[in-house]
């Protein structure tokens, strides 16, 4: 948004940043993942994505962040750079197992989530997502909320960071899985789910053929 644009790479593992200038592309930058499927959350340089497909952007003026949501195809996740800190953090899903499942982090489960896209902002840092869970054929809604960032206290020192929480809901449809049950997501490395909260609803959708 504004001077840069997001991209998911997908066949190459990475999110870019396209810098504009005056309606031009003027560089383009890998800002997170790198070579080879994973499932590593960190650093942009240190994390790794499998797939990563859709993408949608957050930002707050009023806490300065800006975050790129990004739907994981094969990890079956959803994934979150936050630009301000240059971190890569799973917010919602479970890569080990996919399903349709409703729930907070990874009691969440998707089958390939595919598009996704920022509808509202419930309040402070509060985005609302829907995603596409291509398999499951449902749509899904998701409630982010992260606390904003902590004021320094007197002596200048950083207060203890707010967590954070997900949790999915299902608002309409039963999804099954296509193959019957859950199954091992692709990657390697080790994840950490964030301690956001998100909610995931699916308002439209059977979930089966």
């Given at each position: 948004r504004g001077e840069f644009a997001y991209i998911a790479d997908t066949a190459n593992q990475r999110i870019r940043r396209l810098s504009l200038k005056n309606g031009t592309v003027s560089t383009v930058v890998t800002v997170a993942g790198r070579a080879g499927l994973g499932r590593i959350d960190g650093e942009g340089a240190v994390a790794q994505f499998a797939d990563p497909f859709g993408l949608a952007v957050y930002t707050d003026a009023r806490y300065n962040v800006t975050w790129v949501f990004v739907t994981e195809f094969t990890n079956h996740r959803i994934r979150m750079y936050d630009a301000g800190n240059d971190t890569v953090s799973t917010i919602i899903g479970d890569h080990a197992n996919f399903?349709?499942?409703d729930g907070e982090g990874t009691n969440?489960?998707?089958?390939s989530p595919?598009?996704?896209m920022v509808i509202s902002d419930n309040g402070d840092l509060s985005p609302q997502l829907y995603v596409a869970d291509t398999k499951n054929k449902l749509v899904r809604l998701v409630d982010v909320h992260i606390p904003p960032p902590l004021p320094r206290d007197f002596a200048g020192a950083e207060q203890p960071a707010a967590t954070t929480t997900t949790t999915t809901t299902t608002a309409a449809g039963a999804g099954s899985d296509d193959d019957g049950g859950n199954a091992n997501g692709n990657g390697n490395g080790s994840s950490s789910a964030d301690s956001s909260a998100t909610t995931t609803t699916t308002p439209a959708g059977s979930g089966s053929e």
């Open positions: 399903g349709n499942e969440a489960n998707f089958q595919d598009q996704l």
